[in-house]
């Protein structure tokens, strides 16, 4: 039982961020080995576009309500029987897909995957903020989604090729081996990080609560006029809204574009999946080159950058029905991938205080969850209306208004707070000093 709550291994940080990448890689490689299969089971289910809809909904609703649950608990309890929980979660609902016979109960496996590995992410980001400098904060977040995005490399590729020759049982067979090693390599590899005192945590933000109070001791005798918004909650709305709009602008055309590449551009699964193959090539190669760019040039440039460029791929759906121009426009939109979700994670963790890194990126999570649900519920209600390219049309402009946004609203970066000193965590994670529970207590 020891393994369960202590690694084998002892690792230094930057080895420590190179095991979450391989993590990542690993994991995110059985999630989208069988991605590009889900319309061809719903075909076999006698489902459609609505159904794929609503079980993409399904999963990200579920999403929206753990996620900050499960970013508390992290800060709550320790970042790893999280991480360990929900790598154990994508074993059981991979081979659930695989058995189940109809739209509904494959519905339902979605909505459980959904909410019991919400906490992943932020888990994983809160180990990341636990042990980052800041001048590194970035570039670490950089490498582990650039580690998430190697499974974008190969993944949808070879699931679409071992369907075209094998059917089902194998590609989704695959993705669960794949979870299990997972699984196991996070048991020996992963340690807990997580080192807040268990006396009271400080307030989330802590200008607001200062300023909530003096404003009620000032409206009580009268009414005034209220108070300009803390500097953190204008930028931590900004940032929401964009972490909230991108994965909206994809969620949207999601289970369009599978029954769009299938039915009216005749592409195979193999195709289909090397479309979304090149994507992750040049996301990866962009995360693993670009990014710490956001801790040179500043978060809001790159942010901007970032969307600009991630728009791409919706542009080439909207301007061209050719594979090589379609592709081509996915190559861009992962190398804005790469540019916005290492300054977009980095500039939530700027914003929390060090006690509270789990809850904010929990935030992130649900902010993204509620995309993931509201594109595909708007899909299922705008099918029947509206033509395909004007689906892809409504997410480029939306991407594009955000990124206009961003530029106008999100305040200039202020000094982020120090994080956990590095050189501490090297010591404790090298095994120098006895391993930090949760409590800051050294474990017996």
């Avoid at 006698?46 to 929206?64: E, F, Q, R």
């Avoid at 699984?183 to 990080?193: C, D």
């Avoid at 996915?330 to 509270?356: C, E, K, M, R």
Wanted: proline content about 7%.
């Amino acid at each position: 039982m020891s393994i369960l709550k202590r690694p084998v291994l002892r690792l230094s940080t930057w080895k420590l961020v190179l095991v979450l990448a391989v993590i990542m890689a690993l994991q995110m490689t059985s999630v989208v080995i069988i991605m590009p299969l889900y319309a061809r089971r719903f075909e076999d289910f006698s489902g459609g576009v609505s159904d794929l809809g609503l079980s993409t909904m399904a999963y990200a609703l579920t999403g929206v309500l753990a996620a900050p649950l499960m970013g508390s608990l992290a800060d709550r309890f320790g970042r790893r029987p999280i991480v360990m929980g929900s790598l154990a979660v994508f074993i059981l609902t991979f081979t659930g897909f695989l058995l189940s016979r109809s739209v509904g109960v494959f519905i339902v496996l979605r909505a459980l995957s959904g909410a019991f590995t919400a906490g992943l992410i932020p888990a994983v980001m809160g180990i990341v903020a636990d042990v980052s400098p800041l001048d590194r904060r970035a570039q670490y977040i950089g490498i582990i989604t650039g580690g998430a995005s190697v499974g974008w490399v190969a993944g949808p590729l070879i699931g679409g090729l071992l369907y075209d020759a094998f059917d089902y049982a194998v590609p989704f067979g695959l993705s669960i081996v794949i979870a299990a090693i997972t699984l196991v390599f996070a048991i020996l590899a992963v340690p807990e990080t997580h080192t807040a005192s268990a006396g009271a945590r400080p307030a989330l933000f802590p200008a607001l609560k200062l300023n909530l109070r003096a404003g009620l001791q000032r409206a009580l005798p009268s009414i005034r006029r209220p108070s300009k918004p803390t500097r953190e909650w204008v930028g931590m709305a900004v940032l929401l809204s964009v972490s909230m709009s991108v994965m909206f602008a994809w969620a949207f055309i999601e289970p369009e574009l599978m029954f769009y590449a299938y039915d009216e551009m005749g592409w195979t699964s193999a195709q289909l999946g090397s479309a979304i193959s090149l994507y992750g090539l040049a996301m990866t190669i962009g995360e693993f080159t670009l990014g710490r760019s956001s801790d040179r040039l500043g978060r809001k440039p790159v942010l901007i950058l970032g969307m600009v460029l991630f728009s791409a791929q919706f542009a080439g759906l909207v301007l061209s029905a050719e594979f090589a121009w379609i592709a081509f426009s996915f190559i861009v939109a992962g190398l804005g991938n790469a540019l916005l979700d290492p300054a977009l994670t980095a500039s939530f963790l700027d914003l929390a205080p060090q006690a509270h890194n789990g809850r904010v990126m929990g935030l992130k999570s649900a902010s993204n969850s509620l995309g993931s649900v509201l594109g595909p519920a708007l899909v299922v209600l705008l099918t029947p209306f509206l033509f395909p390219k004007s689906i892809f049309t409504i997410s480029l402009v939306l991407v594009l208004l955000v990124a206009a946004a961003t530029a106008v609203l999100l305040p200039a970066a202020g000094r982020p707070r120090p994080p956990f000193p590095a050189q501490e965590l090297d010591q404790s994670l090298a095994g120098i000093d006895p391993p930090m529970q949760s409590g800051g207590a050294p474990a017996p």
